[in-house]
């Protein structure tokens, strides 16, 4: 090809001969009905057809744009085409590094991860937990990742990631979240702008007013501050908004003895609820229920005393023997019973520091951890379903049977069920088929029964009804419910909470003050309306090897999805499962596996030797946990396990300095990570839990390891998968008459 | 026989973490992201566990080395088994020789010209069918051009000489349609080899890339292949990009975005000042693009 300068000027030249060839012609020009037009004067004229415009553009618009050459010799385009069937991959690219910014000025969240293998991306949110109506589409391939989400509203956000690499192979991370929040704070944030964090004093004497302080958020002008229970409706005096944040108000005297939410509402309607926020006090104390009422002679135990009028600086006592005491509220005191008690009964005390005391007599018992044997159940575990019987429709019953001790399996173990309080007529007998040693724990068969009439009854279940097993203690094998039994109704399907966030799904919390979003739904056919919540805290206790509700709410109003419930978490360190049902306007209960769980990890802990604590973490696929127990005295071990049965234990028992374990990304089983300290010694330790991606997680090392004696266990002290039962936790009767205002309790009828 | 400085880059590299995983205490559960991937199927990976026993990589893991290792590629499938014995003749290297494949490099070789071993071509066979010629990703797209050989006809690349050969090799002939890939540009639809030939002159040509196309490598070639005395240059806008002056004797390389910016005209020229020819032997370069025509 010659170059362009010489093309050029063989161009110009014949550009030239053709303009002289025309000036030397004549023209005749016509109009268009063929007229002539003349022209005088001019040097050229020229006439151009005209074509249809519209045409030439549409064709020229079938143009795309293309890589223009000129003058090339020669060129050659090829697809590209990726050799799937060579390549062969059947390994789904895997997601790393997931990172999550977000901008809460412009309502927008940028999410970045990287795949190990070049993949395109569908990223999917929605604003329920396993939902997903949005999404956010590249079909490009690439290794990192980032995808911008913007239009959002406040509130959580749940997402996963499709990741598709070239060869087809897809994968899926598991589910991830984030929030928008209004202002950007460590924690996130599901809260409404009306909030109830804590009020002080937390109680008062009945015979006088009491003046307090309640905090939160959105507080204004015209808010109705009220204690309630139940039905009990008491409005404060006085109430002074003294700022957004604050607010006083009087309490007033005469109030009954109890345990009382505090709830706020503002002229737009709006409330917020504080969950057992305010004692009310009068005479001496009075002990309704420990629990648990009985532990083994070798292990300390954490036992939770339940009454009236605790008054602060009130203590709890074994017959002579003091317990370290932390007083909760007027109703609630938390002790601990040391290891090396004779076993025996023990009357319980908690003493004011006026030296008025209340006593429920054997009221703790110790047993022998060589040589005991005992079987026992709880009033909160005599369970109905559903939840409120209708009155001539079939239920089930049934009751948790728990064993302390013995040496080999308990078979065909017998409850028999009674209407009333053991005098009543036989529902029926359901048999166990068998119950293991040592802390051994199973619900009965459901038993069919069908009650006629509506109203309260109460519901005697005897365990052992025959005495056909010898036990240490024959006295605590009779537990008693009451149940509301209700007319049937047109809405006969029973509510169902969706969703629980402990602050907005949170892992872990150095602050008992929480704050518990509950998201339910009254489903069709006829529903009748979401109307209330209650809420039950469990926690474990490995001295009796089962969970304890540690603290329950009454029936909360449900007044909008979700809703929200200030809740304290009692200061006992390790997971905290919340268990939530939804009563709708039939009376209907929720039923299922509705709970979460947020481990507390305050400052420092305290165990006794041979004691355990469990904190439950969820690491997500890409991630990392680093685990650091700092011991402030004595020596703690540290044991860190997936769910996955099939792996050991990440373990550091050093016998002085820190316990460290990290679990790095590439051995992660996404799921439930189960920590437990354990007291080597009776120890005082620090817990420094982190999870992210690599980057974001100390990545020291693993301490050096001084040889030790120590013996690593062989499976966790509690699997993995053991949550509080559905079937626990009894919910009160939602229709009857609340007499008195102390919560729930589960008190065992001792008789026998 | 001079090394490309590539190969011994990357020679060097897996030395440096051959030895560095040697050292590591629990290598086994280190995810060392330079080293190449091992995505073995749970039974290969069982395989391979046993205690001793010696290393052989599976053909997954070969293929995920390719994959991790491969440039710009092309590649066919034969339509049946192959036998590997047919094909092994050819490697001027084997890197790699398992039952089911052979990994190594082959000479760029026709009738009318042999390249020297500088752009000898990487070859992957596999007893499967499949048949793949690559350079590795850190060469420019612009080396697979076969500039030697262009006399303004035609527009043919090293990597289907090397299939070629193969192809031969293996009863195939000529039948085969070869495709092409670069495996670093997965959103990459489309390579384009634009070529210029000039003899004791300069000749040019223009281009001008569409600012709707996403352009992921905008690669030269310049090759010299008499052997009379002369300065050769490839320029960009007038701008030297680069010389040869030896018989026999290419260069490749890349132009940034800002040097071959979309959205206007670029003229590139080949310059050779050698007063004469000896036979079909010229001057020869070009552009090889790897671009995406959509968003």
């Known amino acids: ?752 | 026989m001079t090394k490309p400085t590539t190969r011994i880059a990357c020679g060097g590299l897996l030395l440096l973490c051959l030895l560095l995983l040697s050292f590591t205490p629990g290598a086994t559960h280190t995810h060392t992201p330079a080293a190449i991937r091992l995505r073995v199927p749970a039974f290969a990976s069982v395989a391979q566990a046993q205690a001793d026993a010696p290393v052989v990589p599976s053909a997954v893991a070969a293929i995920n080395a390719l994959v991790d290792e491969a440039g710009i590629a092309a590649y066919f499938n034969r339509g049946g088994s192959i036998n590997l014995g047919q094909v092994k003749g050819i490697y001027r290297t084997v890197e790699q020789e398992t039952n089911q494949h052979l990994i190594g490099s082959v000479q760029v070789k026709t009738a009318n010209y042999t390249y020297p071993e500088t752009e000898d071509v990487h070859l992957y066979v596999n007893t499967n069918g499949w048949v793949m010629a690559y350079y590795l990703n850190a060469d420019p797209v612009g080396k697979i051009f076969d500039a030697a050989q262009f006399d303004g006809g035609s527009v043919n690349t090293k990597l289907e000489i090397v299939l070629g050969r193969a192809a031969t090799a293996l009863g195939v002939g000529s039948g085969f349609t070869p495709t092409f890939y670069d495996f670093r540009y997965p959103n990459a639809t489309h390579l384009l080899l634009i070529g210029e030939k000039t003899d004791q002159t300069t000749d040019s040509f223009q281009v001008n890339l569409p600012a709707t196309f996403t352009f992921f490598e905008r690669g030269w070639a310049l090759w010299k292949s008499h052997s009379i005395l002369c300065t050769c240059n490839l320029t960009l806008n007038d701008v030297v990009v680069a010389t040869v002056r030896n018989a026999d004797e290419g260069k490749y390389g890349t132009l940034s975005a800002g040097q071959l910016a979309t959205g206007q005209g670029h003229t590139i020229s080949i310059f050779d000042t050698a007063l004469s020819v000896i036979g079909n032997r010229y001057t020869t370069g070009g552009l090889a693009l790897i671009y995406r025509e959509t968003p």
Do not use: C
């Not at chain 1, 003493?351 to 079987?375: C, F, H, K, R």
């Not at chain 1, 039994?485 to 509510?495: E, L």
């Open chain 1, 1 to 752: 090809m010659k170059t362009p300068r010489v093309k050029l000027i063989l161009l110009g030249a014949l550009l030239l001969i053709s303009a002289l060839v025309l000036l030397a012609r004549s023209y005749a020009v016509v109009d268009a009905q063929g007229n002539a037009i003349g022209i005088t004067g001019a040097d050229f004229a020229r006439t151009m057809q005209t074509v249809d415009s519209t045409a030439l553009r549409d064709s020229l618009n079938t143009v795309l744009p293309r890589i223009v050459i000129e003058f090339a010799d020669k060129n050659r385009s090829e697809p590209l085409r990726y050799p799937v069937g060579m390549v062969g991959d059947v390994t789904a690219p895997n997601v790393t590094n997931l990172q999550v910014s977000v901008n809460a000025a412009n309502r927008s969240a940028t999410i970045t991860w990287l795949t190990d293998e070049f993949a395109q991306t569908l990223l999917s949110y929605g604003r329920q937990p396993g939902t997903y109506d949005q999404s956010f589409t590249d079909a490009h391939y690439a290794k990192q990742h980032t995808a911008l989400i913007t239009n959002l509203t406040l509130g959580n956000y749940y997402f996963i990631i499709r990741s598709t690499d070239r060869d087809g192979n897809q994968g899926t991370t598991s589910e991830n979240n984030f929030t928008v929040a209004d202002a950007p704070t460590p924690t996130p944030t599901l809260l409404p702008g009306l909030q109830l964090r804590a009020i002080q004093p937390a109680e008062g004497v009945t015979s006088q007013a009491t003046n307090v302080t309640a905090s939160g958020s959105g507080f204004a002008a015209g808010i109705s501050v009220t204690l309630q229970r139940g039905t009990q409706r008491h409005s404060l005096n006085a109430v002074s908004v003294t700022s957004a944040t604050q607010l006083q108000a009087t309490v007033p005297a005469n109030l009954p003895v109890g345990l009382y939410d505090l709830v706020v509402q503002n002229s737009a309607g709006q409330r917020a609820v504080l969950a057992n926020a305010f004692s009310v006090l009068a005479g001496a104390p009075q002990i309704l229920e420990v629990l648990p009422n009985q532990g083994v002679s070798d292990l300390p135990n954490e036992i939770s005393v339940h009454g009236f009028n605790f008054a602060v600086g009130a203590v709890v006592r074994l017959e002579t023997t003091l317990l370290p005491t932390t007083r909760i509220n007027g109703n609630q005191v938390l002790a601990t019973v040391p290891a090396g008690l004779a076993a025996g009964k023990y009357d319980v005390l908690v003493i004011n520091p006026d030296t008025q005391q209340g006593v429920l007599s054997d009221g703790y018992a110790v047993y022998d951890s060589s040589s005991n044997n005992d079987l026992f159940g709880y009033a909160f575990e005599l369970w109905s379903n559903p939840g409120a019987p209708k009155a001539g429709e079939t239920a089930q019953i049934g009751l948790f049977v728990h064993r302390q001790g013995g040496k080999s399996v308990l078979t065909d173990v017998k409850v028999r069920f009674l209407l009333g309080n053991g005098a009543g007529s036989t529902l029926g007998e359901a048999t166990l088929p068998f119950l293991d040693p040592a802390k051994g724990f199973d619900s009965t068969p459901p038993l069919a029964v069908t009650f006629p009439t509506t109203g309260e009854i109460v519901v005697t279940a005897v365990i052992d009804p025959d005495n056909a097993i010898s036990e240490d203690n024959e006295a605590n094998n009779v537990i008693t419910r009451t149940l509301a039994i209700d007319a049937p109704s047109a809405d006969r399907t029973p509510p169902v909470v969706t969703d629980i966030q402990i602050n907005g799904g949170a892992h872990q919390t150095s602050d008992t003050a929480t704050n518990i979003a509950v998201t339910a739904t009254d489903p069709t056919p006829n529903p009748s309306g979401l109307k209330s919540a209650y809420l039950v805290e469990y926690i474990f206790n490995n001295a009796v090897n089962h969970w304890v509700p540690i603290q329950q709410s009454g029936w909360l109003a449900y007044d909008e999805t979700p809703d929200y419930y200030g809740w304290h978490l009692r200061p006992i360190a390790g997971m905290h499962y919340l268990q939530v049902r939804a009563l709708d306007g039939a009376n209907n209960i929720s039923v299922g596996a509705a709970r979460a769980q947020i481990s507390y990890a305050p400052t420092s802990d305290t165990l006794g030797r041979g004691q355990t604590r469990i904190y439950r973490y969820t690491v997500a696929a890409g991630q990392q946990i680093s685990v650091r127990v700092e011991p402030i005295s004595g020596d703690p071990d540290l044991y860190v396990w997936s769910s996955n049965p099939a792996q050991s234990a990440w373990v550091s028992n050093n016998e002085q300095g820190n316990e460290q374990v990290i679990v790095p990304a590439n051995e992660i089983v996404a799921g439930t990570y189960q920590i437990e300290v354990y007291g080597y010694t009776t120890t005082e330790y620090r817990l420094i839990v982190e999870i992210g991606v690599p980057s974001l997680v100390a990545a020291t090392a693993h301490p050096p390891r001084s040889p030790t004696a120590k013996t690593p266990p062989t499976a966790p002290v509690l699997a993995i998968a053991n949550t509080p039962d559905d079937r626990q936790g009894a919910p009160p009767s939602p229709s009857a008459t609340q007499t008195t205002v102390i919560r729930q309790l589960f008190l065992p009828l001792v008789r026998r």
